[in-house]
C-alpha cells in the first residue's frame, strides 16, 4: 500500500472550495458593513465589498482549480515521482 496522500478526496475538496468562497464574501461584506457606518451612507459599500469578494472568490478558485490539474497531470504523466510504481492500465499494455 502506498504511503502517499490520495489526489482527489471529495471531502477535502469541498472545504477548499467553500473556503475560497465564503471567506471574501463575508470579508467583502464587512467590510462594506464597517466602511458605511463609518461614513454614515447607503450600503453602497456594502455592495461594493461584495463585488470585489465575488471577484476575489472567481480568481482564487480559478488558481486552486488549475494548481490541481497541473498536479494531476504531472502525477499521471510521472507516476513514480510520487512513488507509484504500478501501472493502472496493465492490461492493455502490448508485449
Known amino acids: 500500500m502506498s504511503e502517499r496522500r490520495p ?3 471529495p471531502g477535502m475538496v469541498l ?4 473556503l475560497r468562497v465564503i471567506l471574501p464574501l463575508l470579508g467583502g461584506a ?7 457606518r463609518i461614513g454614515q451612507s447607503a450600503p ?3 455592495l461594493i465589498g461584495m463585488a470585489v469578494g465575488t471577484l476575489v472568490s472567481i480568481l482564487w478558485l480559478r488558481a486552486f482549480i488549475v494548481s490541481n490539474v497541473r498536479r494531476m497531470r504531472q502525477e499521471h504523466v510521472d507516476p513514480g ?4 510504481e504500478e501501472d493502472e492500465h496493465s492490461t ?4
Open 7 to 9: 489526489s482527489f478526496v
Open 15 to 18: 472545504a477548499q472550495v467553500s
Open 30 to 36: 464587512i467590510a462594506g458593513l464597517v466602511a458605511d
Open 44 to 46: 453602497q459599500w456594502v
Open 81 to 84: 515521482a510520487q512513488g507509484g
Open 92 to 95: 492493455t499494455k502490448r508485449t
